[in-house]
Every structure is written in C-alpha cells, then in structure tokens.
C-alpha cells in the first residue's frame, strides 16, 4: 500500500465495497488523457445499497470527484446514512481547488471507502487521518492493486521523481522497425503495423502528456506526433537533438502543439518550439527526467526511432512497452529493439487488426486490457 495508513483486513471487505470500488475505477478512466498531472479519480455515492449520484475528475483544475459526485445530491438530508466510494484518497490540501476531505466533513458523511491512499507528499494519508479525527469511519484497500494500476503514472511521478515512460514500437515478423533508408531518402514513413494498430496508438497518444522521438525519426519520418485518427488531446512533443540542427521546416514546428527540442546547445523560445539546453556534463536522459518532473510532465510515449528507444532500454528508463508485431518481411532493415530478460516482468498479449500486440510490464502495474 502506498503511504504508512493501515488498512482495514483483506477479509473484513465486502463483495458490495468491491464492486461499488470497481465502478469508482471506470469512472475515474472517464478523465483519461485530461486531467494530467492530477491523478485520474471516480467516486460514488450509496445510500441503502444503491447508488445515488456518481461523479469523476473530468479536467485539470475543475472539481474533483468527490465534489462532482456530491453536487448531484438532491437530498442531503441522507448524506450521514450514505456511503462514499472514492477510488483514491481524498485531498487535504489547497491546490486548483478547495480540500475534498474537508467538503465530505462538512457534508456529514460518516463513512467512506478508499481504494489506495495517495502518493503525494502533499497528501500522503493526511485526507485519511483528517476524516477519522472528524469521526468519519474509514475503510481503505478495497481494490488498492487495481487502484495503483490505474493511477500508475501519478504514482511513478511522485514515487519516483519520474514521468511514466511508455516504449511504443511497430516490428515486421522477421525483427526489423524500419527499411533501409538510401542517402538523402527522407519524409517518407515505412508503414509497419495495420490501421487499427494506427488508430490504437493515436488514442494512446491522446493519453499521455507527452511524446517522444529522436532527431533521426523527425528527419526520416518528418512526424506530426498529433492525434489525427482519434478525439483527444494532442500531447506535447518531445524531440531529443542533441545539437539543435533540426530544420524549421518540419512537421513539428508548426506551432499547433507546444514542443520541446531537447538538446546540449541552446535554450530559446519562438511560436514554433522552446529549444531546452540540458547541463552537457550530465547524461543526457539523466538531465531530461529531471527536466520532465521540474514541469510536472507524469508521463510520456517514446515512439523511436531504434536508437532511441534502446538508449532508453539501456539505461533502465521504461515502465511498460507496447509492442506490434505485424505478419509481414521486410528481411533487412533498422533491427527492432529487444526488452532485456528482466525478472519481475510481466506481459499481455492482445490482437489489433492483422497485427500481435505484446505488452510488458516492468512493474507489478499490469491491468488485464489493453493499456489505458
């Protein structure tokens, strides 16, 4: 469990906590992709074993869940025999908007289910204990495991000081991520993986704050990084050039999207792009997670090219890796990076169109569906 709160014994939690805790948790996908870097939060009301008014975090600096669900109270007068079920733990703090913990108090509800306690500092148990010493009854770890799954960016975050970094790569049967590129052979993308594969990996981007590539994939592929296919959010991107010489003329800079050309030589802002000079006696990854968590950026999608993703895989940077394999040869070509034997390890396979997803997890957070 994150944080030091005790949790009430796996045996003493009712079969109706856990499935009013596991429609909290679908709710609380609902804010995917909007309400970063807050965490993604659902929350109900019950009241004589029925639910009576739901609520989520739809968008950063709006209301929080609780105060959604319980702005859809039209009897208040029930609320100190009601239930309420938040799939993360209430906030103590100011921050955009007014404690929760302190609006459940107010309200005189007098009992409340948690599914995991939040890790950050601001936080930390601190909406737990303000309830309980205001009498409130408390019952946490009700789906804690699926939770901290959901929450798996937040939670890295703050953990690890880190954004939640996802390697995304497309493979031809016999290994290879890309054909072999002829001299002066550029803005020309080697189409791997099959159109849902597309479309999958547009309403991933739209998940995720940020999104990453190397100066080869710009030159080569000339991305726009954007959500074409899907309704979402586009997500900031990210270019690593090391020596800033990227053309003006690229997709990336056309100002539609805010962009981050991460290099070791200048730091400047246009309409364009803000170029951001990394400290050139620190590695270059080192510098940019730092740089990632000073701007409170949770998470990102690294979609190559090969080099970069194995700089990543090398030096230990990935939570989870989404990885297509499409039934067709190219029998030469840019190789595809290889996940390292690693314990701990966990994978899911899916299919997407004519194409095999295989997914793996580096941690313990491995929700059984495809990622979210």
Known sequence: MIGSFKKRAVGEISLNHQTFMRRCLQLAQQGMGHVAPNPIVGSLLVHNNKIIAEGYHTRFGGPHAEVNTLANITAPEILA???????????SHHGKTPP???LIIEKGIKNVVVACTDPNPQVAGRGIKLLQNAGVNVITGVLENEAIALNRRFVTFHSNKRP???????QTADGYIDKVRKAGETGIV??????PSHRLVHLWRSHEQAILVGKNTVVNDNPALTVRLVDGNNPIRIVIDSNASLSGKLKIFDGEVPTLVINQKQAKVSPEAEWVKLNTEQNLLDGLMEELYRRNITSILVEGGAE???????????DEARIFTAPIHFKDGVKAPII????GLTSITHHSGLD????VYKTTFAPPCIPM
């Not at 939640?164 to 497309?170: N, T, V």
């Open 81 to 91: 025999e009601s239930t309420l079920y938040v799939s993360l733990e209430p906030c």
């Open 100 to 102: 929760c913990a302190n």
């Open 164 to 170: 939640y970094i996802i390697l995304k790569w497309a």
């Open 190 to 195: 080697t189409q791997v993986s099959s159109l």
């Open 308 to 318: 970069t993703l194995n700089h990543f895989i090398a030096a230990g940077l990935w």
């Open 340 to 343: 390292p034997p690693l314990s």
């Open 356 to 359: 095999v997803l295989h997914i």
